[in-house]
């Protein structure tokens, strides 16, 4: 969760894609990083970066510098948006979930024909994750 305000102070005007199993997770984390960002602590340290004024949601908001952020679930709506930073935690619920090859099947056919191709030049790519599955996202297929 402090990660997108982190690289949001250090480079406010990239574009940051925050990915979990489902939305809900998503917009929770999507709403404690614009804590974090507004808090004064984080003021103290990134004092020129702050929120858009342009029209913010939950799943999308802007710093004033351009810089975005995007949160979606696994298979969930980032059509047309790039990222610079993507970030994807915890892409399965839980074990059972994981033991489904059809989810995980799911979440590789997303990642590669979605996620993966959405990609900035020199992007970053940050995968975290419970190892349920030696063949979840993480594993080496």
């Known amino acids: ?5 982190y690289i949001l ?6 574009q940051v894609l925050t990915v979990s199993y489902g939305q809900g997770l998503a ?6 990083a614009k804590v974090i960002l ?5 003021q103290d340290i990134f004092p020129e970066v702050s929120l858009s004024r342009t029209p913010n949601s939950v799943d999308e ?3 004033a510098s351009g810089g975005i952020y995007k949160c979606a679930g696994v298979r ?3 059509t047309g948006r790039g990222f610079d930073f993507g ?3 915890d892409p399965v619920k839980n074990r059972m979930e994981a033991e489904s090859t059809t989810i995980r099947q799911g979440v590789w056919d997303w990642y590669t024909s979605t996620f993966y191709t959405r990609q900035q030049p020199e992007a970053r790519i940050l995968i975290t994750q419970t190892r349920w599955h030696e063949d979840d996202l993480a594993g080496d297929d």
């Open 76 to 78: 969930g709506g980032i």
């Open 1 to 5: 969760r402090r990660l997108p305000a």
């Open 87 to 89: 970030i994807i935690d």
């Open 27 to 32: 917009n929770s984390m999507s709403r404690e």
């Open 61 to 63: 908001w802007m710093t």
């Open 38 to 42: 507004t808090g004064q602590k984080y």
């Open 9 to 14: 102070g250090r480079y406010p005007s990239s």
